[in-house]
Structures are given as structure tokens and as C-alpha cells.
Antibody, heavy 126, light 111 residues
């Protein structure tokens, strides 16, 4: 059974750096075809993709947030960490981590979320 | 990058069929697979469709999806609507650099 749980501060001040940890079980991030992604959702708004790290340590970032994001993994501890610098009130959101499957089928590449975490609400306020 | 546009809301009666569209504004909808996620109120999203039309195990076959290149859109259909289907639904795809894009979400009301 795959589970993921996000942890980190619930309140950060503007300009501070946010550090979120995704602790997972039921899979290894050293297995080919596996990734862990971060997605956020401001209150009452849509989902927004942030970043993704793959089993081979390849990384992808949202183009609009690339300069503020860093994603890393600790395979031995089953953890993925996301840092976001220069936090602003508009960054107030529920942050989800997710288990992503990556594979080829019929000469096309695919990836999708197989399992979502429960999410953690981060509020940015002074 | 491209955008995925969904209707803000749809509504239908129990037992009926509803279809939610997801239109890609640039690039070919068929060039990268489309996923659909269901998010019930107060809950995390769950995956109901991946790779355009595949259902994860445990998702009932009342959920189906397709791609229409002529309209450059994807569609999610839910037949035999139940009150438990009331949720927000999001489509998602990605570009050639594997940057993900989510649609704005559609609120499904089953009344």
C-alpha cells in the first residue's frame, strides 16, 4: 500500500523560505519509473503543479516558479523535500505530494499520479 | 506553454450521464496523454483516468474518457450518476518538457 504524508510549517512569514517534507512508504524512489511530485491548491482554487523528481534524480519545475523551487530526495529515508523561497501571501495553499508512475506505451511516454498525499495547508502571513 | 480550459460547472440528475470537456488551446491534445482527477469536498484528489482513457483499479466503469483531435479536447463522461460523484474534476496533461498543466477544474453537481 502506497502512502505519502506532507509535513512542514503551517504558518510562514512573507519573504521566508518554506521547507516541506514528503515522507512515503510502499515504494522506493530508486525504482525505475517512479517519481514524486508536488502540487498545490490555493483555497477555493484549482490545482497547480510545482515540481517533480524522478528515480534517476532528474528534476522538473514549473516554469513560472522555477527560480523559487528546489526539490531533492533522500532515497534511503523515503523522503522528498521541496523548498520554496521568498514566500508571499499568494502562496497560501494546500500543498500535496504525490507518487507518480512513469512509463512508455506504444512508443509514447506517460506519467500520472497513482497516489496523492493528504495535503498540508500552509498560510503565508505576517 | 499551453492551457487547458474546462467549464466552471456542470449539473445533472442522478442516473443520467454527464460529460466534462477539457480543451487545449495550443498544440495537439493527442501529443501528450490526459489524466482526470476527482476531488470530493474536503479531500485530496484521486485519479479516475490516466493515459487518456485508462481507469485505475477500483474506479467504476461508469467513468470513461476520450480524446477528440478535431476539437483539440478531451472529455470525461460519467454515466449512471450517483450523489457520491459530486466533486470537482480536473484534467491534466504535460508538454514535451514534462511540465504539467492542470485545467481550471469543473464542479459537478448531482441534483
Amino acid at each position: 500500500q502506497i502512502t505519502l504524508k506532507e509535513s512542514g510549517p503551517t504558518l510562514v512569514k512573507p519573504t521566508q523560505t518554506l521547507t516541506l517534507t514528503c515522507t512515503f512508504s510502499g515504494f522506493s524512489l530508486s525504482t525505475s519509473g517512479v517519481g514524486v511530485g508536488w502540487i498545490r491548491q490555493p483555497p477555493g482554487k484549482a490545482l497547480e503543479w510545482l515540481a517533480l523528481i524522478y528515480w534517476d534524480d532528474d528534476k522538473r519545475y514549473s516554469p513560472s516558479l522555477r527560480n523559487r523551487l528546489t526539490i531533492t530526495k533522500d532515497t534511503s529515508k523515503n523522503k522528498v523535500v521541496l523548498t520554496m523561497t521568498n514566500m508571499d501571501p499568494v502562496d497560501t495553499a494546500t500543498y500535496y505530494c504525490a507518487h507518480v508512475l512513469c512509463y512508455d506505451n506504444n512508443a509514447y511516454y506517460h506519467e500520472y499520479v497513482q497516489q496523492w498525499g493528504q495535503g498540508t495547508l500552509v498560510t503565508v502571513s505576517s | 506553454n499551453f492551457m487547458l480550459t474546462q467549464p466552471h460547472s456542470v449539473s445533472e440528475s442522478p442516473g443520467k450521464t454527464v460529460t466534462i470537456s477539457c480543451t487545449r488551446n495550443s498544440g495537439n491534445i493527442a501529443s501528450n496523454s490526459v489524466q482526470w482527477y476527482q476531488q470530493r469536498p474536503g479531500s485530496s484528489p484521486t485519479t479516475v483516468i490516466y493515459e487518456d482513457k485508462q481507469r485505475p483499479s477500483g474506479v467504476p466503469d461508469r467513468f470513461s474518457a476520450s480524446i477528440d483531435s478535431s476539437s483539440n479536447s478531451a472529455s470525461l463522461s460519467i454515466s449512471g450518476l450517483k450523489t457520491e460523484d459530486e466533486a470537482d474534476y480536473y484534467c491534466q496533461s504535460y508538454d514535451t518538457n514534462n511540465h504539467w498543466v492542470f485545467g481550471g477544474g469543473t464542479k459537478l453537481t448531482v441534483l
